[in-house]
C-alpha cells in the first residue's frame, strides 16, 4: 500500500531532518518555507533529493499529514481553512527565550498544541516530534524490535490521527508511545522529564 503523503512546513533545522527522515522512509514528502520553493532549490538537490519544495498552500493541499516545524510565534500566518481533515503534527514548541514571550502561550492552563488545535479547527491534531533534538532524529533511529530503540511520546484526541502519526514516527526508526489526549501534550513540552530525554519505550 502507498505510504501517506507528508506535508512539512518549515525547512529549517527540525523540518529538514523529518523530511530526510520520512523521505528515506519511503513517504512522498513536500517541504515549504515562508519564501517560496524557489529559495529551496539548493538545498532540496544536495541534502533532500526526492524531497518536493512548494508554496505552503500547495504542500498542506497536498498532503495526508502536515508536519508543523515552524516557529510557533508563525502559526497565525497559516489558513486554517486549509487544515480541515487532515492529520496535524505539532512539532513547535514555546520557548520564550529564542521567541519571546507570547501571550496566549503564557497560560499554564491550555498547551501549546490546544491552541494550536483551537486554531486549526477542523484538523486533527498529534503533538509529537518535538521532544528530541533534530540531529537526534538522524542520530538515534533504529529498526523496529531493536532493544535500544528510543521512543517517541504522542498526544492527540483523534484515535485515527494517532495511528497513522504512530506509523510515521516507527518508519522513521522511533517506538510510538500514545500518552493519550492532545491535553497530556503537557507532559513533554519544555521544561518536563521528557523533554529531549532519551528513553525506550518499556520504561515509559
Ligand atoms: N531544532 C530542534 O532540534 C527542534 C526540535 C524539536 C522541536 N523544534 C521546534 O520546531 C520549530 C522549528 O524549529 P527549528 O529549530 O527547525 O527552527 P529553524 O531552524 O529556525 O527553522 C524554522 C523554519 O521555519 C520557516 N518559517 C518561518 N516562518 C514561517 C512561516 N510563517 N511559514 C512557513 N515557514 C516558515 C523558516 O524559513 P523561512 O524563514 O525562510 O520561511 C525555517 O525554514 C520550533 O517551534 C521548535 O521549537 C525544534
Redesign the pocket.
Known sequence: MPKSKLGI???????T?IARQSSKAGYEVRI????GPE?LGLMLSVLLPGVIAGT?GGVIEQSDIIV?????N?YK??KPELFAAKVVID???Y?PP??GAIKEFMNEEVTSSEYIQHYLKGAHVVKT???????ELEEHNLPAGDPKRRAMVLAGDDKEAKTVVSELIDAIGFDPVDLGELKNGKKFQPDTSLFNARYVANDL
Open positions: 512546513i518549515g525547512s529549517g533545522r527540525l523540518g531532518a515549504a518555507n515562508s519564501r529559495s505552503v508543523l516545524a515552524i516557529p510557533l508563525q500566518t497559516l512539532a513547535m514548541n520557548w529564542t521567541e516530534l518535538n521532544h528530541i533534538a533534530y540531529n
